[in-house]
């Protein structure tokens, strides 16, 4: 009965019945591969979701090129409501690294709503001589030392953080991108690395358990999640903070009313006492928002990301 009432709820407006067809499921294409923040968080959202509106949402990783591959298929799908792509905060520095990218970052989707935000949290190996972010910073200030640093790929929040601690500390940091969270993880488990740095969705499980240690948090105040672990801020940096988020996108066109409906129950999902209890594990902040809200915040953070990679002619890979 329920899932009836849901049904004829969304087909009742015009626009929706003519292109939102009842028995066809929803791509949802995830922009990074699994086991990173994007993929834990849409692999979250997307049963409520999927059960809220009373149909059938399919998953799809499709990673590579911070996020870009992903958004360009969503970009190219067609609009008409079956397609929505979950993206990270890289969807809005890859414009700075990469001029050519097959898409408008702007002009090509219709934004459904901005999901949430984590800091993003920094890890070392414990078999690595760092404990605080003085021990990495003085490796860095010494020539042959440098500490190498592993994160999700060029321009990611954790890469464009150490660029900026490069900057304000004098002291060099070698990056070592990864096709997404999972992998960069895994590296500094084995000593591939010493330091990882993403998402507390990604790191905060290991530094959790102890199998990784926690040397700061990139946010304004501590992760609730991880309140041993002392902020960028605390640590010789006053004022720094910096958050990695996660976004829901749709392609340009797509009927407003049933973008509506997309933002109106993921919105619910996210206010949901057992999705925010969640969410605090993984230490992530939800943040719903309109569409409109989530499209101007998108504008904003391009132009804000966009100044470092320019400060730091950062490259797409």
Not at 62 to 71: D, F, L, P, Q, V
Not at 252 to 258: E, G, L, Q, S, Y
Request: proline share 8%; with cysteine.
């Amino acid at each position: 009965m329920h899932r009836r009432a849901l049904l004829a709820c969304t087909l009742a407006t015009p626009a929706l019945a003519q292109s939102w067809i009842a028995d066809r499921p929803i791509r949802v294409i995830v922009t990074f591969p699994p086991g990173g923040t994007v993929d834990t968080v849409a692999r979250l959202i997307v049963p409520a979701m999927s059960e809220r509106l009373g149909r059938t949402m399919v998953v799809e990783n499709r990673g590579g090129a911070s996020g870009a591959i992903g958004a360009d298929a969503v970009a190219k799908s067609a609009p008409d409501g079956h397609t929505i792509g979950f993206v990270l905060s890289t969807h809005a520095v890859n414009p700075a690294m990469n001029p050519r990218l097959p898409f408008d970052t702007v002009n090509d989707f219709a934004p459904v709503g901005l999901v949430g935000g984590a800091p993003v949290l920094m890890a070392a190996n414990n078999a690595s001589p760092f404990r605080t972010l003085a021990d990495v910073v003085e490796a860095g200030r010494r020539r042959g030392a440098e500490p190498a640093y592993g994160t999700i790929g060029n321009g990611s929040t954790g890469h464009l953080t150490f660029a900026q601690l490069q900057t304000l500390s004098g002291a060099t940091f070698l990056h070592t991108p990864f096709r997404g969270g999972g992998p960069a993880v895994q590296a500094a488990l084995a000593g591939t690395v010493p330091l990882v740095v993403a998402s507390t969705v990604v790191v905060g499980p290991q530094v959790a358990s102890g199998t990784l240690r926690g040397i700061c948090v990139s946010g304004a105040r501590r992760s609730a999640a991880h309140p041993d672990v002392p902020t960028i801020a605390e640590q010789g940096f006053p004022g720094f903070a910096a958050d990695s988020w996660v976004g829901v996108l749709a392609p340009a066109r797509t009927p407003a009313p049933i973008v509506e409906r997309l933002n109106a129950e993921m919105n619910a999902v996210i206010a949901t006492p057992e999705m925010r209890a969640r969410f605090d594990t993984l230490g992530m902040t939800p943040d719903a928002q309109t569409p409109a809200q989530f499209g101007a915040f998108i504008r904003s953070e391009m132009e804000r990301w966009g100044a470092v990679v320019r400060a730091h002619s950062i490259v797409a890979d």
